[in-house]
């Protein structure tokens, strides 16, 4: 991960409410680790609450971020500097947000925002964040799952939010630039070209399969350097009956 991409995910610090057990913190801080998050607030617990062999153990080698977490007694001690806050929830009612956005949008909105602390809130394993609580974040978010069996893992939920917001800060995927339609028919014509020097149309057909080559290669996305590539192996195999004895 680069500096600036560090820099980034420093802004982001995921908010534990009343978590009830050791291991789900230890998991929640390896799934923190592996997207390069490192800022965990644990809210209305006291570090001798937890056993620690537990958060190890399900930590693997993550425990520093539990190590170094920031313990409150109120979430909105917990929220006091941050510029947006997010409860990750899943429940939808009367007194709880108007609406209600998927990860991705998250993800989009807070890349529009300048610089400040992004709070990510999740609430209890077994019955999540309460209305109150709620009502303390800007904005409710939601992950959306199968109707018959809804709820997630703290750990897994931890996962997918900080894994869709560290993907917005990744350096984009090298992109290639398909050929245009000129260098396509380029490419079908020496295909077909290669086929007639080794005799292989029996028919007039040599027409209808560059037309083939030409559409598969379009749909393909076929970059130059493969273009290039597929150039030099039909000459190639065309080159080879040349050299033939007859």
Do not use: W
């Not at 929220?79 to 709880?96: F, H, M, N, V």
């Not at 939920?157 to 396509?184: G, H, K, N, W």
């Amino acid at each position: 991960m680069s500096r600036k991409m560090e820099m980034e995910l420093d802004r982001f610090q995921v908010v534990l409410v009343e978590p009830e057990t050791s291991g789900n913190v230890g998991a929640v801080c390896r799934a923190m680790k592996t997207m390069g998050f490192s800022r965990l607030v644990i809210v209305g617990r006291t570090p001798d609450y937890f056993n620690l062999d537990q958060v190890r153990t399900f930590g693997l080698r993550a425990q520093e971020l539990f190590d170094s977490a920031l313990f409150v007694t109120t979430l909105p001690e917990a929220l006091a500097d941050s510029i947006l806050a997010a409860g990750i929830t899943r429940r939808r009612g009367k007194y709880r947000k108007y609406f209600s956005l998927l990860p991705e949008q998250l993800a989009e909105h807070i890349s529009h925002m300048q610089s400040g602390t992004v709070s990510l809130v999740f609430g209890r394993e077994s019955d999540g964040l309460t209305d109150k609580e709620l009502s303390y974040c800007n904005v409710a978010v939601h992950i959306p799952s199968s109707e018959q069996f809804p709820s997630l893992n703290l750990s897994h939920a931890v996962q997918i939010i900080t894994y869709t917001l560290s993907r917005e800060y990744r350096q984009p995927m090298q992109r290639f630039q398909p050929i245009d339609q000129q260098r396509l028919s380029e490419l079908s014509q020496i295909v077909t070209d290669s086929f007639d020097e080794i005799s292989f149309f029996k028919q007039n057909e040599k027409d209808e399969v560059g037309r083939f080559f030409k559409d598969i290669f379009c749909r393909s996305g076929v970059s130059e350097s493969e273009a290039a590539r597929l150039i030099k192996m039909f000459r190639k195999m065309a080159g080879l009956t040349r050299h033939q004895p007859r």
